[in-house]
């Protein structure tokens, strides 16, 4: 029986270019996926950060700071109300003046501590007899002008104005009244010391009022008070730290008017 072989189908090399032959660039398809079916490429979008405030990394205090340099550089009628205490050529207090300055003072500490204490907003009993309180001394001195037979004035527009813009914030924001709080507390640390000095050469014969005197070291009490507001404003929004830096220009603007009594 005779087998016959089925013919082995050789590849056909006819195609294959000979050695000699000049090779052209043609396209390669193969089973890669063409470029066309592949997905776009997503570029990686840059993070862009925004640019911090002055003190932000300390604290809204060191921040209110910041904007109080920068009021006491400027020449605008919002500077602290201490610039040109210390100097007798420009500011010469009168007796009556500074006695309507101790009133609107004290109009104004009485509002600031009797809305801390009566409130029930939970974050003013952070600041509830924090040992800067000023209305008592005020009393006291009001009260020994009285007995020396000096006519004590009624509460001038500067105190009342600012007194009723306190109560309304006072129950409107927690963090803007704050600002007033703080601001107040230490602009009279600031600037007090300087009035006091001059006022006392001028027209009290070196006397010292209660107003300028505090149990405890100043510094400290001011220090406890700072800390608790820096830990209260970690919980406000970045809108209402720049809304306490705007109040923060008023509260300075409402104390130099009631300072400006005195040489009024």
């Given at each position: 029986m005779w087998l016959t072989a089925k013919p082995i189908h050789q590849p056909c090399?006819?195609?294959?270019?000979?050695?000699?032959?000049?090779?052209?660039?043609t396209p390669f398809h193969c089973c890669v996926a063409s470029s066309a079916n592949s997905p776009p490429m997503v570029l990686k979008k840059?993070?862009?950060?925004?640019?911090?405030?002055?003190?932000?990394?300390?604290?809204?205090?060191?921040?209110?700071?910041?904007v109080a340099m920068k009021l006491r550089n400027?020449?605008?009628?919002?500077?602290?109300?201490?610039?040109?205490?210390g100097d007798s050529d420009t500011w010469q207090p009168s007796m009556d003046g500074f006695l309507n300055y101790l009133v609107d003072s004290k109009l104004v500490f009485d509002t600031v501590e009797s809305i801390v204490d009566e409130s029930e907003n939970v974050s003013y009993t952070y600041f509830r007899k924090t040992g800067l309180e000023r209305s008592e001394g005020l009393a006291k001195d009001l009260e020994g002008f009285k007995e020396q037979g000096v006519v004590i004035p009624n509460p001038n527009s500067p105190g009342v104005t600012y007194a009723e813009y306190l109560k309304e914030l006072g129950e409107r924001s927690g963090p803007?009244?704050?600002s007033h709080f703080?601001?107040?507390?230490?602009?009279?640390?600031?600037?007090?010391?300087?009035?006091?000095?001059?006022?006392?050469?001028?027209?009290?014969e070196g006397?010292?009022?209660?107003?300028?005197?505090?149990?405890g070291d100043v510094p400290e009490l001011l220090k406890d008070v700072r800390e608790n507001l820096n830990m209260l404003s970690e919980h406000w929004s970045r809108d209402e730290?720049?809304?306490?830096?705007?109040e923060t220009t008023k509260s300075f603007r409402y104390m130099g008017e009631i300072v400006r009594l005195i040489i009024l």
């Open positions: 090399f006819s195609s294959i270019p000979s050695p000699t032959t000049t090779l052209t660039h840059r993070n862009r950060y925004r640019k911090l405030y002055p003190g932000e990394n300390t604290g809204i205090t060191e921040e209110m700071r910041f400027t020449k605008s009628q919002e500077r602290l109300p201490i610039e040109g205490a803007l009244f704050l703080y601001n107040i507390y230490f602009s009279h640390i600031a600037g007090g010391q300087v009035i006091a000095k001059q006022v006392s050469k001028s027209l009290l006397k010292e009022l209660e107003f300028y005197r505090w149990e730290k720049n809304r306490c830096l705007k």
